[in-house]
């Protein structure tokens, strides 16, 4: 059985509607520690540490990189809550290590990782430079490529634990 994965484009309940949802994609949406704090509390008995990653092109013009960085922040959040029921950063927004790179010939980006206390890489975040709405469907192709070869699910379920990206 394939591994649930979780696509999203905003922040835990960042908007209710349409209406709402194009103006967070412009302006970025609510307090991410509010919002991850309520994804948390929905979640209730089924809460975990969710393996997350995020890419976004920052030149998007539709769904502006502020975005991308407020996911990350919420699911730091929510995975700080998951962890061990306390919001004291037992996983949080420091970067762990930060890798900048380019494809041969193609996008220069920077991805940061983000640890437990143990140093386990929980969050992953991708930026990639000049890169605009594309970028969605590039991380899409990544994901089902995923998806689809078992070999990169083992390599992924050894580095994070069950596969269950978060693509923004
Ligand atoms: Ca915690
Ligand atoms: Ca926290």
Known sequence: MLPECQPAVLEYKAATDIASALIVMQTG???????????YQNAKAE???VP?????????????????HQVLSQWAQMNDYADDGFDNDSINEH????????VLNGYRY?????SNTKGNAI????????????GREVAR????????????????????????????
């Open 29 to 39: 949406g609510p307090d991410p520690d509010k919002q991850g704090r309520l994804a």
């Open 47 to 49: 809460s975990r540490v």
């Open 52 to 68: 997350t990653i995020i890419f976004h092109g920052n030149e998007d013009l539709v769904v502006n990189v502020k975005n991308g």
């Open 95 to 102: 970067v762990y290590k930060k890798i900048h790179g380019q």
């Open 110 to 114: 920077t991805r940061s990782i983000y």
């Open 123 to 134: 969050m992953e975040k991708w930026i990639v430079e000049g890169m605009g709405m594309t």
């Open 141 to 168: 192709k990544v994901h089902i490529q995923i998806l689809r070869d078992q070999t990169l699910q083992k390599k992924w379920c050894a580095l994070f634990g069950p596969f269950e990206p978060l693509i923004n």
